[in-house]
């Protein structure tokens, strides 16, 4: 069951690709949330991200009504964030090569003091139906790559 507080327009329901991925870090939430709030570093840890740029608002940490272009999947896409709950929830919605997605992150604190990490995107659009096929397995599998690694970075002593 879906953790996040999905935009009218785009729920699970009606997508045409729909991922979620999941993962566990030693670190807290705090430590995690760092690294997500700096696409600017993205690239440090998750190499589908690239040329991420700053257009408009708080940077380089993100907050609501940020809006950055960035490359991921080979397309350049524009972002906002539309969700800022920090250490807990951050959203954005992003759209370029004719496609809408929505992006959710939701981090909860473990028992042990450590971070469970859930991410969740939904995509829309003439060019995401045609490539689904191919689209939605490799965003499976980058988007639990970003995870991983995101957990990594965050448990290391380095900090954005």
Known sequence: MTQVQWPAGHEPAGAKIYVVNYGNSAAPPEAVWQWLIRPDRWPDYYRNARRVRSKNGPWPEIAIGSTFTWVTFNAP???TVTEF????????????????????????????????????????????????????????SMHQLWVENLAKIAESTHRP
Do not use: D, N
């Not at 496609?99 to 991410?119: D, N, P, Q």
């Not at 995107?121 to 139906?129: I, L, P």
């Open 85 to 140: 709950l920090p250490f807990t929830r951050l959203a954005w919605t992003g759209s370029g090569m004719g496609s809408v997605g929505h992006h959710a992150w939701v981090l909860e604190k473990t028992l042990e003091g450590g971070t469970r990490i859930v991410t969740e995107e939904t995509q829309r659009g003439r060019a995401v139906a045609l490539f689904r096929p191919v689209l939605k397995p490799r965003m499976q």
């Open 77 to 79: 896409v524009t972002t």
